[in-house]
């Protein structure tokens, strides 16, 4: 068989009930393979074990019951998705041995392997909408996790040990019967018959997010609204009516952006919010992770922000950060890409998808706030990384100093968000 060259290999919706068989010729270039969305394929032939330079694969919306073990002899294979199988099972050993990305969303399983403790290298892993009600407790010999979304689970508690990871930045737990039961305030109900909706404005896993005009029917005042409309499926963070309750529950602030009212009414009963208008002179501040980069935030190549506009994006955000664990919030995506900024670096942080509100009187609570901590570290590098050249020693100290505070291994030495806020104002000084 003649071996030929070509690094993506995509048949993505195209009915197959069988990997087609030419995919073996490309074993020694193929690096991507996307099989997604063809439900009658269900199992694989042992011949994939000859793709040795496979590093990305793509299985969602098909039929595998049981995770396919003939992936475990992939020695390059680094990330693999199975969302929305049916999957009900993943025996031992079947993950390959230097997973890094593992997507295992919307699935039927109701437990892990053991072996899953063997991947040392995995750093993000999507659980959400299974059946699980406990984590193996190998699992914490994957010591460079530094995302999981377990929402929407079985959990009846949180593994103990999960909070102890030292690199675990975003965690989100939501919609488990373990979670805890959130009553928010209510909020203002808009008729949807009082909106005009205006353009898109962007859409995530969640739900689409469009402009629109808010035209009272009681006053006739009109205002310049955003509304973010809500799927109703599970998503990679977990159930949108987890997400409208923290959004809801944690309240109005000058750096978050959180809803200022329900929508009622729609003819499809679909649920959403109402949110504030941010400007157009806000930009996001980063851009979502590559396959590369895996769980950190990519930058436009160039980008350089001065030492002014860095110190206020990160006083707004861990103001912000203040503010939501004063009230027992989790906001489980301290992302750059989730962050919104204008050129002074005034910031305004947002989507919380993957929030969890663990509550103000959580025996745990400090450790939920001391690991989105180690998120706003991974930020303070960022920013660090995108300084311009002349700013001075004794700042660019400061930022470093509190970088590697915020990023200790061990949990419970890092500072809280409190203490961040004033060591940044005291950075102002210098």
């Not at 969305?37 to 595998?64: E, H």
């Not at 689970?153 to 965690?171: I, V």
């Not at 997010?209 to 599970?234: D, P």
């Not at 110190?311 to 939501?324: G, I, M, N, P």
């Amino acid at each position: 068989m003649t071996t030929q060259t070509i690094e993506r290999f995509e048949r993505k919706k195209s009915a197959l009930t069988s990997i087609p068989p030419e995919i073996v010729t490309y074993a020694s270039t193929l690096r991507i393979l996307d099989l997604s969305g063809n439900p009658q394929l269900a199992s694989l032939p042992s011949s994939v074990s000859s793709l040795v330079n496979l590093k990305i694969a793509f299985f969602s919306d098909c039929g595998f019951t049981v995770f396919p073990p003939e992936l475990s002899k992939c020695p390059s294979l680094s990330m693999v998705a199975f969302r929305g199988n049916g999957m009900n099972n993943v025996p031992e050993d079947s993950l390959p041995p230097n997973l890094r990305w593992l997507i295992l969303t919307n699935n039927n399983l109701t437990s892990l392997p053991k072996s899953i403790g063997k991947c040392s290298k995995l750093e993000k892993c999507m659980l959400a909408g299974n059946s699980l009600t406990d984590l193996p407790v190998e699992m914490s010999n994957c010591s460079k996790l530094g995302l999981l979304r377990i929402s929407a689970n079985k959990f009846n508690s949180l593994p103990g040990w999960l909070l102890d990871m030292p690199e675990l930045a975003f965690l989100a737990f939501s919609g488990n019967p373990g979670s805890n039961i959130v009553n928010p305030q209510s909020l203002e109900e808009v008729p949807w018959a009082d909106l005009i909706v205006g353009k898109v404005l962007g859409e995530g896993a969640s739900g689409i997010i469009s402009q629109a005009t808010w035209k009272r029917s009681n006053t006739m005042e009109e205002q310049q609204v955003a509304i973010k409309l809500f799927k109703g499926t599970v998503t990679s963070d977990g159930l949108p009516s987890d997400e409208m309750a923290a959004c809801i529950s944690a309240e109005r602030h000058p750096n978050l952006v959180t809803s200022i009212g329900s929508i009622v009414g729609h003819p499809e009963n679909v649920k959403g919010l109402v949110l504030p208008l941010i400007p157009p002179t806000y930009k996001n501040l980063g851009l979502t992770p590559s396959f590369e980069s895996c769980t950190r935030d990519v930058y436009p190549e160039g980008m350089k922000l001065g030492f002014d506009q860095v110190l206020r994006t990160l006083e707004d955000v861990a103001s912000a950060s203040v503010h939501l664990h004063e009230r027992g919030i989790s906001h489980g995506d301290l992302y750059a890409h989730n962050i919104l900024v204008d050129q002074s670096g005034s910031a305004v942080f947002g989507d919380f998808g993957a929030a969890y509100v663990y509550g103000t009187q959580s025996l745990v609570r400090e450790k939920w706030e001391k690991l989105e901590v180690l998120a706003f570290g991974h930020l303070i590098e960022d920013m660090l990384g995108v300084l311009v050249d002349d700013v001075s020693i004794n700042s660019v100290f400061k930022l470093k100093e509190l970088h590697r505070k915020c990023s200790s291994r061990i949990v419970t030495e890092r500072p809280l968000f409190a203490k961040v806020l004033e060591a940044l104002e005291e950075a102002r000084k210098y």
